[in-house]
């Protein structure tokens, strides 16, 4: 019994291995992708999928004198995590909360790219102290709610910056500030600079891909972030695409889909964050509760 344990224990971590290869790989293949954000002209299921889990998350999230901080992650990249991060923070914008998106991949962050703004300086910036927190402080011209802060010089430390005392008062500020502040980290499977803000953040939500992300990995995922202390407030199905629907009289139902790649790339656009900037349709995002 005891053989036959470390042998599936091994084959597992084996199986580990080759699936951060393989979207290690992924990253370096998917170096320019589009960024989409909410607007006027997405479509109405896609604006009410982000709502309702605003809502979902408005009821979950611990009541406090102050604002809350929400962490997300993914298992592995390709599941659209921070486009849906992004446009989570603009919808907690829209309801007249004030909202700060923060960019902590500090490895590959790409938050800069969606409010074309260069990704220096930032979050490492501030947290090395190089940077006052009100010098990474960025508003976006897309709604006068919702501010952000970039993920910074690149840093050969990251854990350790988010790990540090640092990034404990930079948060609990921002939540002084801020009604919301919503954070966008790396995958939990990939790198543990997620875990580092465990302590920091009142909750965590997990972003996986429909059709893409595997159930194990969801599953490990969740233990990584449980085994780290995180209120896990649910699990967002992101690019969802529901089977066609058969109703009276041959009538069926089809709700919008489109795909997109998602993979770690440059962070250092050359544009600003400009007011004629238009945002761009994002993907089907829905929302269950844990």
Do not use: W
Request: proline content about 4%; hydrophobic content about 30%.
């Amino acid at each position: 019994m005891g053989l036959f344990t470390k042998l599936t224990a091994k084959i597992s971590s084996h199986a580990h291995a080759q699936r951060a290869n393989r979207a290690s790989k992924k990253h370096k293949k998917h170096s320019h992708r589009a960024e989409y954000l909410l607007s006027k002209d997405t479509p109405f299921d896609v604006t009410e999928a982000f709502r309702n889990l605003k809502a979902s998350l408005s009821v979950s999230v611990p009541k406090k004198e102050h604002g809350v901080s929400i962490m997300v992650t993914s298992a592995y990249p390709e599941d659209g995590k921070t486009t849906v991060t992004t446009n989570l923070a603009l919808m907690f914008a829209q309801s007249d909360a004030k909202v700060i998106l923060v960019d902590a991949d500090i490895r590959k962050g790409r938050i800069a790219k969606y409010f074309k703004r260069k990704s220096s300086p930032g979050l490492s910036d501030c947290l090395s102290g190089q940077n006052s927190l009100d010098d990474v402080i960025h508003h976006s011209h897309i709604n006068e709610n919702l501010s952000y802060i970039t993920c910074g010089t690149h840093s050969p430390r990251p854990y350790e910056l988010l790990e540090s005392e640092e990034m404990k008062k930079l948060i609990q500020e921002l939540c002084q500030r801020f009604d919301y502040v919503i954070i966008d980290t790396p995958p939990v499977l990939l790198i543990s600079d997620a875990l580092a803000l465990a302590p920091s953040t009142d909750g965590g939500v997990l972003v996986c891909r429909h059709q893409v992300s595997y159930i194990s990995d969801i599953e490990r995922a969740i233990n990584t972030l449980k085994f780290a202390k995180v209120n896990l407030l649910g699990i967002v199905v992101n690019d969802y695409k529901a089977p066609k629907v058969s109703a009276y009289g041959g009538y069926k139902k089809y709700y919008y889909y489109n795909s997109y790649g998602y993979g770690y790339g440059s962070t250092n656009p050359e544009d600003t964050d400009t007011a004629e900037e238009t945002p761009a349709t994002p993907q089907n995002a829905t929302e269950e509760q844990n």
